[in-house]
């Protein structure tokens, strides 16, 4: 199975800071990377497949890049709705991975 | 509007079997690949499996901590997916969220979830 790291696992920014997680994995995988979203009680929420196409309605601070092992999410203006964990999968292979998650919270 | 819609958790003894169900609406659900992902209590998301479209012969794949123990279906006609979940361990306690893969994308990953329904199991 391929195996997905974060980091970091967690990290405190204030409202405007530019925040950047990065994601990698045990083995090539393209660009079969997604990133979601999850605030505290809540479901999930897509934000980018395919390592850097935002889902509709994301908005454009959200980006993503890399391919192969390494990749980044980044978000250019933190805003108090972007306060959450954040977590990356990879579907190039069977089973699809999730990385362990990155929180992100109030400094 | 899409809208996926979980229920069928509970309560169950280890050992024990539980079905759950996810009710779409929105969208051609027949289209679509669909998936179950869970989250244990206070811990990060796990792939538990996903079933393909009928184009694609509604193949199935699965996590190896599931794969014999849970089986992933579809009825086109009622636009619902489920989750038949034998042998259950206290492991398997988590929110199960079921997840639409998005049509014409490669790889057709998660573009939509449902709320979630949560599965406990304990004696």
């Known amino acids: 199975d391929i195996q997905m790291t974060q980091s970091p696992s967690s990290l405190s920014a204030s409202v405007g800071d530019r925040v950047t997680i990065t994601c990698r994995a045990s083995q090539g995988i393209s660009n079969y990377l997604a990133w979601f979203q999850q605030k505290p009680g809540k479901a999930p929420k897509s934000l980018i497949y395919a390592a850097s196409t935002l889902q509709s309605g994301v908005p454009s601070k959200f980006s993503g890049s890399g391919s192969g092992t390494d990749f980044t999410l980044t978000i250019s203006s933190l805003q108090p709705e972007d306060f959450a964990t954040y977590y990356c999968q990879q579907y190039n292979s069977y089973p699809f991975t999730f990385g362990p998650g990155t929180k992100v919270d109030i400094k | 509007e899409v809208q996926l819609v979980e229920s069928g958790g509970g309560l169950v003894q280890p050992g024990g079997s539980l079905r759950l169900s996810c009710a779409a609406s929105?969208?051609?659900?027949?289209?679509?690949?669909m998936a179950w992902v869970r989250q244990a209590p206070g811990k990060g998301l796990e792939w538990v499996g996903r079933?393909?479209?009928?184009?694609?012969?509604?193949?199935?794949e699965y996590a190896a901590s599931v794969k014999g123990r849970f089986t992933i279906s579809r009825d086109d006609s009622k636009n619902s997916l489920y989750l038949q979940m034998n042998s259950l361990k206290t492991d398997d306690t988590a929110v199960y969220y079921c997840?639409?893969?998005?049509?014409?994308?490669?790889?057709?990953?998660?573009?939509?979830w449902g709320l979630g329904t949560l599965v406990t199991v304990s004696s």
């Open positions: 929105g969208f051609t659900f027949s289209d679509h690949y």
């Open positions: 079933t393909r479209n009928k184009a694609n012969s509604y193949t199935t």
């Open positions: 997840a639409r893969g998005a049509k014409g994308i490669v790889g057709a990953i998660t573009d939509y």
